[in-house]
């Protein structure tokens, strides 16, 4: 079945980094685009950063442009997320992000708290 595990978060400073991680299996991973979302304590979801299959073409929400950098490697079917900058308003639940057969896929998650 579909499986997203998350992880690479924990507690960092602010104006720190953290790379995170999704390791994905049951599905062809470089055929899916992926995304990663966040919640913030007290708050809903809120999408970050999308690619492509391929990894060619990134977006990103203005609040995370020139902070944050997401990639992929098809090869380990991963996906990151470079978290540069840091500041206490990202702290959050990190999720990657699968749309497949109609329905948002995500895993359990992993903590980033920003905090001095």
């Known amino acids: 079945q579909v499986q997203l595990v998350e992880s690479g978060g924990g507690l960092v400073q602010p104006g720190g980094s953290l790379r995170l991680s999704c390791a994905a299996s049951g599905f062809n991973f470089s055929h899916y685009p992926m995304s990663w979302v966040r919640q913030a304590p007290g708050k809903g979801l809120e999408w970050i950063s999308g690619i492509d299959s391929g990894g060619g073409s990134a977006s990103y929400q203005d609040f995370v442009k020139g902070r944050f950098a997401i990639s992929r490697d098809n090869a380990k079917n991963t996906v990151y997320l470079q978290m540069n900058s840091l500041k206490p308003e990202d702290t959050a639940v990190y999720y990657c992000?699968?749309?497949?057969?109609?329905?948002?896929?995500r895993g359990k998650g992993t903590l980033v708290n920003v905090s001095s």
């Open positions: 992000n699968l749309f497949y057969n109609g329905v948002n896929i």
